[in-house]
């Protein structure tokens, strides 16, 4: 409906030339076209910031321009979600929410707390970096990966994770087939050139990651390097999320260990853990080992998650019945934790999967 009252506007703008200088003003009429073109009907075109009529116009080209039609034009433009007082809208780099969520919503996970907190939040307070933020994130299966991921979408984009901003590749499903890996390649590369031309910040997750194809991952490495651009484009105000269950082991080893000299998990400090994570990686099969990405030094951060004990599935059934809106009581999460499988077999100390099937566990012990 808004496009059609958009083109009635602009055919009654253009009705009334005579009447205007239109010579200063007829980028105007041009940017507006090509933003319906390109962002609506989807058009293939490529923004030029060196072209003025792919510039948003300023207020000192509607001189002379009634204004009535000023505002309803940009009343109009803004209700696409365009314009914004902070800049643009779709990016809010909530920081204090960030920090909110990782701490409240995020159980057992200290380094994994800090250290995203903290890259992010100097990322984001430096304009002039000179390269993408790239963090990999390790650990088992349900310990918070996907959902430390989402957290950072839903605190830097008003709408998170389906933000035209933020884009979620997941191996096997988009990648599924080694002979393609090239028609994949040009895939790739294209899909994160044309949301970086869309989006001054823009994130992309990379969900297990250890089974992306080497020869995918090398296809993007100059877009995570140290370039001021690759083909006139610059890629360092992107955000690089990979996900991947290597050094699950390791984490857990180092974890029980502390466990068994009587130390508290929270000593674990990165000084433990990100080495071996490093080493680990370059030595696993798959992608990850073999690929530039890792021999250039370009991950700024190995992120690890440690297994999950019994006090932190507890708090996950918590939260998943307090999402529902449901009240419960400690008898109730005792006997959604203890339904749970843990390992070591001698220890029974991690929960094997985590928290990941707790949403759905819970409908088990509803009445």
């Not at 000023?70 to 809208?89: A, F």
């Not at 823009?202 to 995918?216: M, N, R, S, V, Y």
């Not at 707790?358 to 509803?366: E, K, S």
Request: aromatic letters at 12%.
């Amino acid at each position: 409906m808004s496009t059609r009252w958009f083109l009635f506007l602009f055919w009654a703008l253009s009705a009334e030339a005579d009447f205007f200088h239109f010579d200063s003003i007829s980028n105007v009429s041009t940017y507006y076209f090509n933003y319906i073109y390109c962002n609506i009907w989807e058009g293939e075109c490529q923004p030029n910031q060196d072209d003025a009529t792919q510039q948003v116009p300023t207020r000192d080209i509607w001189a002379g321009f009634p204004q009535d039609y000023i505002s309803l034009l940009h009343q109009w433009y803004c209700s696409l979600g365009q314009c914004c007082e902070s800049g643009d809208c779709r990016i809010t780099n909530n920081i204090t929410g960030l920090a909110r969520d990782l701490q409240t919503k995020l159980h057992g996970q200290h380094l994994a707390q800090s250290v995203v907190l903290k890259a992010i939040q100097g990322f984001i307070n430096n304009p002039e970096s000179n390269k993408p933020l790239t963090l990999s994130f390790h650990g088992w299966s349900g310990t918070g990966k996907n959902f430390v991921a989402r957290i950072i979408a839903d605190n830097l984009y008003r709408d998170g994770v389906k933000s035209e901003c933020v884009r979620l590749f997941i191996a096997p499903f988009h990648f599924p087939h080694a002979r393609l890996v090239d028609t994949y390649k040009g895939q790739l590369r294209e899909a994160i050139r044309d949301m970086v031309l869309r989006c001054p910040q823009t994130l992309f997750i990379f969900d297990e990651a250890e089974k992306l194809h080497p020869g995918l991952i090398d296809a993007i490495k100059p877009y995570m390097d140290h370039y001021d651009n690759v083909d006139g484009v610059s890629y360092r105000r992107a955000i690089f999320l990979f996900l991947s269950n290597i050094g699950g082991t390791t984490i857990n080893d180092v974890a029980l260990d502390f466990w068994h000299s009587g130390q508290n998990r929270e000593d674990i400090g990165m000084e433990d853990l990100e080495h071996r994570l490093r080493a680990e990686t370059m030595e696993s099969q798959g992608g990850f080992a073999q690929s530039e990405l890792m021999s250039g030094h370009l991950i700024d951060f190995f992120v690890p998650f440690l297994p999950l004990e019994y006090r932190h599935v507890k708090l996950c059934a918590r939260d998943a019945y307090a999402a529902r809106g449901l009240e419960t009581d400690e008898a109730t999460l005792d006997e959604v934790a203890k339904a749970m499988l843990y390992v070591p077999k001698e220890e029974r100390l991690f929960s094997a999967q985590g928290c990941k099937s707790i949403p759905q566990r819970i409908n088990f012990f509803l009445p």
